[in-house]
């Protein structure tokens, strides 16, 4: 099993940065895709960034140029980088994890969260 803690969310002013973290232990050497989703009360859970470890990354729409999803490969950790917040980024963040399965892109993830595996408790960001 997979074992999956953010940190990171805070809150800030638009047009600032937060770092997020995801620290993975456990069966670590199954983890093939990782991604960041994000929640709103009331609404379904939505892909933000989701790379694999070949370097494939998908990007939401909304976060292009803005948000970035990298890897630690010695700390079994993954980073979401976000410049320029905007109040529109508020949300529970996620970060989630997947193995590798025929036929499954880091774009097919990153459209449909319930295909990962892993999930974090999430941690809230707070744009205003």
């Known amino acids: 099993h997979v074992q999956l803690v953010e940190s990171g969310g805070s809150s800030v002013q638009a047009g600032g940065s937060l770092r997020l973290s995801c620290a993975a232990s456990g069966n670590t050497n199954s983890i093939y895709f990782m991604g960041w989703f994000r929640q709103v009360p009331g609404k379904g859970r939505d892909g933000v960034a989701v790379?694999?470890?070949?370097?494939?990354?998908y990007y939401a729409d909304s976060v292009k140029g803005r948000l970035t999803i990298s890897r630690d490969i010695a700390k079994n950790t993954f980073h979401l980088q976000m410049n320029n917040l905007k109040p529109e980024d508020t949300a529970m963040y996620y970060c989630a994890t997947a193995p590798l399965r025929f036929g499954t892109t880091v774009g097919s993830l990153g459209s449909t969260p319930e295909k990962m595996h892993t999930w974090g408790q999430g941690t809230q960001v707070t744009v205003s």
């Open positions: 790379m694999s470890l070949s370097v494939n990354t």
